[in-house]
């Protein structure tokens, strides 16, 4: 994501083969919304809110256990990019709007924008800590804004690696950033205006592992995603480097955790959400998505709602499962042996956020912030550029494609 959002590779036919095979079907219930949707986070009640990206803007909001939106609350026309959660219910949007990006504020309950905090241009992951400071990522600047609870402008900017993708922040109010280039993970203590320490995602020969998605559990452990290097790194609490790493085969895209310590990841390449419990060091399961999924979000009751975007607008997907699927896929281990990871051999934007062609047309889009593949199989070696996210989709959306690595939702 800084989105640059990631380069991501070439590899051999029989893999992508493979890869590129349709997931069977899942127990999952299909949401269906009209749009384009990149984002979701979930209230306390169970009430989900999709950010969409496509013509209009807005963010779809989804009542527990329903499969469609019941209103949709206005962006004033613009694209959503990015959304959290504060602690007392406020709704924080992202939007883009060529050369200008804003926080959107929705008061809990409210059906509109109260007030917009102007950022820079581009497109914004966000998160919200304990007290409700808020989180900006600046992919375009390799920075991180930060905006005081309760906040009318950016309190202060936070210089971080390169390219910005994900922010997770523990309950002590420290934010960790996954920095997708620069192959590290910035720790900013609450209160901080600086990075404290940097912890290092590279591999033997020095290249970033790809670190994406990132999770804090509710003991304080983080769970850092990496695309190149096929797992999930745990960052144990107060630690400056990780302690261990738990394998996900098909380059691990997005990683969320559930209040009793389950983790659940997607992995575009092998298109599954995999399950690993509390403590374990491998999956204990997975499940097939409905194509290529990204990011995620772990409801009150258990359930997982996944975004899966599709490589053109009109077959993304959103999708729930179940919690008493999800625990059943987790009785047995289906983690194959750590495989070389596979190196990139062309840089590609990872955030593609593909718009729809109107808001009318229904669909089950949505966007993931993460490299969706796209696969030309030859005999042989064959090359496949990874998509997702930024340019492409902003080119449909007819945004401004980003000047610098992309950027990112």
């Known amino acids: 994501m800084k989105y640059r959002w990631a ?42 809110y999709l950010g969409n990206y496509g013509q209009g803007g807005g963010v779809f909001v989804v009542p527990a256990g329903e499969t469609r939106a019941s209103r949709t609350i206005s962006t004033g026309g613009h694209a959503s990019t990015g959304l959290a959660l504060g602690p007392d219910g406020t709704l924080y949007v992202a939007t883009a709007d060529g050369d200008q990006g804003a926080v959107g504020v929705i008061p809990a309950g409210d ?82 205006d600086a990075v404290s320490k940097t912890i290092e995602l590279v591999s033997d ?7 994406h998605g990132i999770a804090a559990g509710p003991d304080g452990t983080v769970y850092v995603a990496n695309i190149k290097s096929n797992d999930i790194a745990v960052i144990n609490p107060g630690a400056g480097t990780v302690a261990e790493r738990i394998f996900v085969e098909g380059g691990p895209q997005d990683v969320a955790a559930a209040t009793d310590g389950t983790l659940y990841v997607t992995s575009l390449l092998t298109q599954k959400l995999s399950v690993i419990r509390p403590d374990a060091t491998d999956v204990a399961g ?10 995620l979000a772990v409801a009150p009751d258990g359930s997982v709602i996944v975004i899966s975007p599709g490589s053109s607008p009109g077959d993304g997907s959103v999708s729930r499962f179940d919690a008493a ?85």
Request: hydrophobic share 45%.
């Open 205 to 211: 020969t020095g290249t970033s592992e790809e670190p």
């Open 111 to 192: 059906a509109a924008v109260a007030r917009t905090i102007p950022v820079s241009a581009g497109l914004h992951p966000l998160a919200a800590g304990p007290d409700g400071t808020v989180y900006v990522a600046n992919p375009e600047g390799d920075t991180v804004s930060v905006i005081a609870p309760s906040g009318t402008t950016v309190d202060r900017t936070i210089k971080v690696g390169a390219g910005p993708a994900e922010i997770a922040v523990t309950k002590d109010g420290t934010a960790f950033v996954t920095n997708q280039t620069a192959g590290s993970v910035s720790v900013i203590p609450a209160g901080a």
């Open 325 to 409: 699927e999800l625990a059943a896929a987790s009785q047995g281990s289906t983690a194959a042996a750590p495989a070389a990871s596979v190196e990139p051999t062309a840089a590609a934007p990872a955030a593609n956020p593909a718009a729809e062609g109107t808001a009318a047309q229904p669909s089950a889009d949505s966007w993931d912030t993460l490299p969706a593949v796209a696969g030309a199989v030859a005999a042989g070696v064959v090359g496949v550029a990874v998509w997702i996210l930024v340019n492409g989709r902003r080119r449909k959306a007819g945004l401004p494609a980003p000047t610098r690595r992309g950027s990112g939702l």
């Open 286 to 295: 997975s499940l097939p998505t409905d194509g290529g999924p990204g990011h």
């Open 7 to 48: 380069t991501f590779t070439a590899v051999s036919g029989a893999i992508l083969s493979l890869a590129a095979t349709p997931a069977v079907a899942a127990p999952q219930e299909a949401i269906y919304i009209y749009g384009t949707p990149v984002r979701v986070a979930i209230a306390a009640d169970g009430t989900a």
